[in-house]
Each structure stands twice: as C-alpha cells, then as structure tokens.
C-alpha cells in the first residue's frame, strides 16, 4: 500500500466540518470507504423516499390501460450511481481536504462501463491519493455469486492499482421481477457478500458488498 503525505487539517477545514455533519476528512483508504459508504446510505434513501428515484432504473411502457415495468441493464445503474456521486461527493464539496476525482472506463469489446474509480487527491499534489474501485452488479447476473473475487479482486483492483473495493449490487427483485429460488433472500444474499468480503480482505486488501434496492 503506498504511503501518503498527512497534513494536520486547518483552522478553517475544522470550522467547515463544525458547520456541516456530513462533511469529512479522509486521510487514508479506509476513510474514504467510509465517505462512499455513507454516500451509498444517501443513494438508497433517495431511492426509496417521499418521491423515490428508483423508477429512474426501469423502463416504464403502456399497454392498453396496465403498465408493463423492465429493469433497466447494469450500465444503466452503473451511470445512476456515478451521477449520484459525482452530485453527492463532488458537488456537495463531501471531502474537506482533497480533491474527489470520479472516472469510469468502457470495455473495448462489450462497451460495458460497471467499474467506477474514485480518487481523493491532494489538492497540491496529485500523486498523493487515496482510492477504491466500485464494481455494479444487478442482481440477475448469472456471476454474482463470483464476480466479487474473479472481476473486481482479480480485474478491478489490479487495473486501478488500489487495494479497497467496494461490490455494488443492484437488487430490483420485486412484484415487477421475480426471483429465482437461490436469490429469494436478501438477507442470506447480502450474509454471503459479507462472508466473501472477509475472506478476500486479506494482504492489505479490503472488501465490502453493499446491496441496493431498486425495486419499485
């Protein structure tokens, strides 16, 4: 893991994150996994709030007088989620003392673009950051049970040099989608992401699932 210059913050940034609760310092990997993690928590009450957003990830057609719902693909969610972000922890100023840079990249052959790198930078040097890399899955993904390990361990982190990744799935099995028998559970789903992500945090490593509901 490369080491990153510290700076103590100023009297000013301490002013700022007196005024504003949701705004942080992030001096290593694992804070920013915390101010992403909290982003997340702040994309799923959108989703599901007083006018939910999560209509935004199906396609909505009429036949007749009934509505037909499709969940949308995964670069769709993947592109949601990145707006989120880019709104949530670049527009909002969220990092007090650095610089949140936000890339995705697009598959030469299937044009998909599910991975997002975010990047705290130091203002005055941009070779000192911190980094984690997010990998989208939807919850109908015959991988989802390996993707962890096999695309985001054995892909993702290497091709972004970081060593913190975060296994975003998007859960929309709901009365518009039904589940197959394995995935009937969240809860047993996300206790399997859990278990995953300890065993893979290993060697400087770290691993978190997060699930999403997307139903509607």
């Known amino acids: 893991m490369r080491k990153n210059s510290w700076q103590p913050p100023s009297p ?20 920013l996994l915390d101010v992403v993690l909290e982003s997340l928590t702040r994309l799923q009450e959108k989703l599901k709030g007083q006018n939910p957003t999560a209509f935004f990830l199906w396609n909505i057609s009429q036949v007749g007088k009934k509505n037909t719902y499709k969940r949308k693909d995964e670069n769709a969610l993947s592109d949601f989620v990145k707006m989120h972000f880019d709104y949530d922890l670049k527009g909002q100023n969220i990092v007090i003392n650095r610089e949140v840079e936000i890339k995705r990249s697009t598959g030469v052959k299937d044009g998909a673009r599910t ?102």
């Open 115 to 216: 991975d997002i790198y975010i990047q705290a930078v130091n203002r005055e040097n941009h070779e000192d950051h911190f980094s984690l890399v997010i990998e989208t899955k939807g919850c109908w993904n015959p991988d989802l049970d390996t993707s962890m390990e096999n695309q985001l361990k054995g892909k993702y982190l290497s091709k972004y040099k970081s060593v913190v990744g975060i296994y975003l799935v998007g859960w929309y099995y709901c009365k518009h989608l039904k589940a197959p028998a394995k995935h009937k559970n969240v809860s047993k789903v996300n206790k399997i992401l859990d278990t995953q992500a300890q065993e893979l945090s290993t060697d400087g490593l770290v691993f978190k699932g997060y699930i999403l509901d997307c139903g509607i």
């Open 12 to 31: 000013n940034e301490l002013r700022v994150s007196l005024n504003n609760i949701q705004r942080r310092f992030v001096r290593s990997n694992l804070e």
